[in-house]
């Protein structure tokens, strides 16, 4: 076996293995081999070059899970191209400003869509489209040689694999990169964690521009396993959700806990559901432990419930937990982080100098990426020196408080700054107040959190109008056009003057009050 020292080569490595074997299999009933998207994917990175494409160039693609979609994906891996998955259903207005950072040198659709391509090609006129569903592209692609592109050997463990964009403090969403060396990691760690085989298979509910579906793609594909993918329309859909997870005989699911908790209060699962399915991960938020005691009484006896955790900056997930009964012992408590994986340490940055244990996370390792693209001056923040260390050691302050429980586990305490976590989606509130500040008729903006529960909250954002004549209505609609719908504030009240503190600044504690 050859050394694997990039994505693409150990690509090739699981292709040749499982050559027969299914990669991915729609529940429209298509399918497709290892062979095939090794294949495909070979010619797509031909494609590339052949359009003056090269390594550490930037594409991005409005990907809706198509095989082209994800073998454009590998064919960047096999070429030191960096991918970056963007939602095709997100406002322009995001859009753009994502554009504006990574600077794609080609954007590539799953299918035509003519809003999102239209404003693309407007703003972007030198930029060139490709639609991988088009019948001129796949005849280009299917013409091109299929055996695997030699030039992957130069690609470093260095080189960027993506960008991942998440919500910004400035109003400007921001690009976390990984590199191959940290996916690497993040998939012997998924295979060890999970215990996969190549008779896994995944769910991919995620969507894939967003953080969870990085374990869904690569813990599948780089270790021999099939992969499901589930289109937004089904995922919505809670009884057909199910359905074809049950046809589809999943063994391995990983989601936002608001999706389970979605399936459990439509009373679409049931304890005879999921019959294939041998372990279920949820994170990215924290999950209602009502909730989660429901899906735990419904499948303890036949599936192991992990409840992980990890910032998008660090290659998705750094810690996992497996839910036993007596996590349910108190209700009133987020069940724990769990212990910090094998390949990653960590430092605790304490809030009050007399608790060692308390204060914010920091994270330590191979799994730690290499910051946000195109923007040094929010990486020089957040990526910093281990002022413990005698030597170069970076680590990542995540924002997120923690407490180091006499049992050595981490639990979640909360954010650090004005950082939340909503639907399962990091959102900076400031990026919420920015979009309204774009409107011209706003003349004040505060964008607050209320918790409801340990678990549950909601955002809500106070103005005052410079034109009387808007109403909540007119907010509400002119700032969907601007934000996606998880960063939608559940309520708008308008004021005539915002409260102010000593400094002069909007005071949002009384605005939480309100």
């Given amino acids: 076996m050859h050394y694997q020292y990039n994505l693409g080569l150990g690509f090739y490595n699981i292709a040749e293995k499982h050559q027969s074997k299914t990669a991915l299999r729609y529940p429209d009933g298509a399918s497709y081999s290892y062979a095939e998207i090794n294949q495909l994917s070979n010619q797509i990175a031909r494609f590339l070059i052949q359009n003056n494409l090269s390594a550490g160039d930037v594409v991005a693609i409005f990907n809706e899970k198509s095989v082209f979609a994800y073998s454009l994906m590998l064919a960047c891996l096999k070429t030191g191209i960096i991918y970056t998955n963007l939602d095709v259903s997100s406002p322009w207005a995001r859009i753009e400003k994502i554009l504006n950072t990574c600077l794609p040198k080609a954007v590539f659709f799953d299918r035509e869509e003519s809003e999102t391509i239209g404003a693309f090609k407007k703003s972007f006129s030198k930029t060139p489209v490709f639609v991988l569903e088009h019948d001129d592209i796949k005849s280009k692609i299917s013409a091109l040689n299929k055996d695997n592109f030699q030039e992957t050997s130069v690609v470093h463990g260095s080189t960027p694999a993506y960008i991942m964009f998440t919500s910004g403090s400035t109003g400007f969403p921001k690009g976390a990169v990984m590199t191959h060396n940290n996916v690497l990691n993040f998939i012997q760690w998924g295979k060890q964690t999970f215990d996969v085989t190549p008779e896994d298979v995944f769910t991919n509910a995620n969507p894939i521009y967003f953080d969870n579906s990085v374990f869904d793609f690569y813990t599948s594909l780089y270790n021999g396993a099939t992969l499901v993918p589930l289109s937004h329309e089904l995922v919505k859909n809670a009884r057909q959700l199910v359905q074809a997870i049950n046809q589809s005989a999943c063994t391995i699911w990983f989601s936002v806990p608001s999706l389970l908790v979605y399936l459990l209060t439509t009373k679409a699962l049931s304890k005879n559901d999921f019959p294939s399915i041998k372990r279920i991960s949820f994170g ?179 103005v005052s109008l410079a034109d009387k004549n808007k109403d909540t209505a007119t907010l509400m609609a002119d700032i969907k056009k601007l934000l996606p719908p998880y960063m939608v504030p559940r309520n708008i009240t308008i004021l005539d003057v915002l409260p102010k503190n000593a400094n002069g600044k909007i005071d949002r504690k009384q605005l939480s009050n309100l």
């Fill in 284 to 462: 990215g938020e924290g999950f209602p432990k009502n909730k989660l005691k429901q899906l735990y009484d419904m499948f303890n006896d036949r599936i192991t419930l992990y409840n992980v955790y990890g910032p998008t900056e660090c290659t998705c997930i750094c810690s996992s937990y497996i839910i036993n009964a007596a996590d349910f012992d108190n209700m009133n408590e987020l069940a724990p982080l769990g212990n910090i994986a094998p390949n990653f340490g960590y430092e605790i940055i304490p809030i009050d100098a007399e608790n060692e244990n308390f204060g914010e996370l920091a994270l330590i390792g191979p799994c730690v990426g290499a910051g946000y693209y195109n923007d040094f001056e929010r990486t020089s923040k957040s990526f910093v020196q281990n002022p413990k260390s005698k030597y170069n050691q970076l680590m990542y302050k995540t924002g997120d408080v923690v407490e180091k429980g006499s049992n050595g586990y981490l639990y979640f305490r909360g954010r650090i700054d004005n950082q939340i976590k909503h639907m399962g989606y990091r959102i900076e509130l400031e990026e919420v107040e920015a979009a309204f500040s774009t409107l011209d008729y706003v003349d004040e903006i505060g964008v607050v959190y209320e918790k409801i529960s340990a678990e549950l909250g909601q955002i809500k954002a106070f």
